[in-house]
């Protein structure tokens, strides 16, 4: 079965601090993963997705198939990174309609 | 473009009332998807619409369903309300491609409280 997990639900940093923010999953097959943000009172959105292979606001995430992980990581916290992060695995469907798996999410705190 | 609307922002019921949430897709998009995020979890997928067909279904009871629209929005009805159907409930829009990796654009939410 598809499963996100996100282990920590909690991660309170310094500003300047780095950052690394845990995502494993499982699935069987080449996954297609995700990191959404929801900023407060603001709506879920895409951060970066890993088949683009982009830094977004400072944030890479790099696939590792053999740890099944795609931790997000950003070298310097800025206090406006605090949010609400999530986890995602895209499963394709054999129809070619794909859903996402979501964490749990982790709450990222950056204090100054 | 407003980007994924959905209506309404708040909504109050009780136990055994039936509710309708309602949205709209991002402009271009023509697949709806359906999320229900309980508090302190993660959103979890609920169904999917394409064409007007419901093509493909999480782990949720019969007592959800839905409806797409020839303009592509879509509406999620819930039956028989219990306690335990309190959440946010994400609309998220999507163009229809058979490879992966297709960005799928979330609504702000229908927060529902069953009392």
């Known amino acids: 079965a598809q499963r996100v997990t996100q282990p920590e639900k909690l991660l309170s940093v310094f500003k300047g601090a780095p950052v690394e923010l845990k995502c494993n999953y499982s699935?069987?097959?080449?996954?297609?993963l995700f990191w959404y943000v929801q900023y407060s009172r603001q709506r879920l959105q895409l951060l970066l997705r890993h088949i683009s292979r982009e830094s977004i606001k400072g944030f890479t995430a790099d696939l590792n198939k053999g740890e099944t992980s795609f931790h997000l990581k950003k070298p310097f916290a800025q206090e406006e990174d605090s949010a609400m992060y999530y986890c995602?695995?895209?499963?394709?469907?054999?129809?070619?309609?794909?859903?996402?798996?979501f964490g749990t999410g982790t709450r990222l705190l950056v204090s100054p | 473009d407003a980007g994924v609307t959905q209506s309404p922002t708040h909504l109050i019921k009780t136990r055994g009332q039936q509710v309708t949430l309602r949205c709209s897709p991002k402009s271009g998009h023509d697949t709806v998807s359906w999320y229900q995020q309980a508090l302190g979890q993660g959103p979890q997928f609920i169904f999917q619409y394409y064409e007007e067909e419901e093509r493909q279904r999480g782990n949720f009871p019969d007592r959800f369903s839905g409806h797409q629209f020839p303009n592509y929005s879509s509406e999620l009805n819930v039956n028989a309300l219990l306690l335990g159907d309190s959440a946010l409930y994400l609309c998220a829009s999507s163009s229809f491609v058979t490879s992966r990796g297709e960005t799928q654009y979330f609504g702000p939410g229908t927060r529902l409280l069953v009392l």
């Open positions: 699935y069987s097959g080449s996954p297609e």
């Open positions: 995602a695995l895209s499963d394709i469907m054999n129809t070619g309609f794909q859903k996402l798996v």
